[in-house]
């Protein structure tokens, strides 16, 4: 992989956030779709770039004076850093009159349509390196939430 500068992986995030897919993109700088999202999660943590809001912009204002329990799933998953980005997006998009009584975020199925783009990148002779990863947890994520999740989701709620 080819080593940009700081400066150069800002420019990177930023023009692959505009566009729709961003594998392909990703690609064409030489660099896996991991490592874009990777420096994404940087750049937002030390406020370098604002992060895009994951959270319901309509529903603001429909949820007045009610208790609220947060569940959610993500498919790229396994990282509490990105479940708590995600919930607190979500929680910033709550009236404030609510009261949010508990939360939970596992991992969740992600359409077929993402493992075909994978497996389409995989042909490609410069796919990233860490392709086989990337179909490994899209086939991961296939059966969640499962059990162990609502298990644990439940010990939550109880």
Not at 46 to 62: E, F, G, H, Q, R
Not at 63 to 70: G, T, V
Not at 111 to 125: D, G, I, L, T
Request: one cysteine or more.
């Amino acid at each position: 992989m080819k080593e940009y500068t700081s400066n150069q992986r800002k420019k990177i995030v930023i023009k692959i956030n505009k566009v729709k897919n961003k594998e392909v993109l990703a690609l064409k700088y030489k660099i896996s779709i991991r490592t874009y999202y990777y420096w994404k999660s940087q750049l937002e943590t030390y406020s370098i770039i604002k992060p895009k809001s994951t959270a319901p912009k309509t529903n603001k204002n429909k949820l007045k004076n009610k208790k609220i329990f947060l569940f959610g799933t993500a498919g790229f998953g396994g990282s509490d850093a990105y479940f708590q980005r995600i919930l607190g997006n979500v929680k910033s998009a709550i009236d404030s009159s609510n009261t949010i009584v508990g939360e939970y975020m596992c991992q969740g199925k992600m359409p077929q349509s993402v493992r075909e783009r994978y497996v389409k990148m995989k042909e490609n002779p410069e796919h990233p390196d860490n392709i086989d990863a990337l179909i490994e947890n899209f086939d991961k994520a296939l059966s969640h939430p499962d059990s162990d999740d609502l298990e644990r989701l439940k010990n939550i709620i109880i």
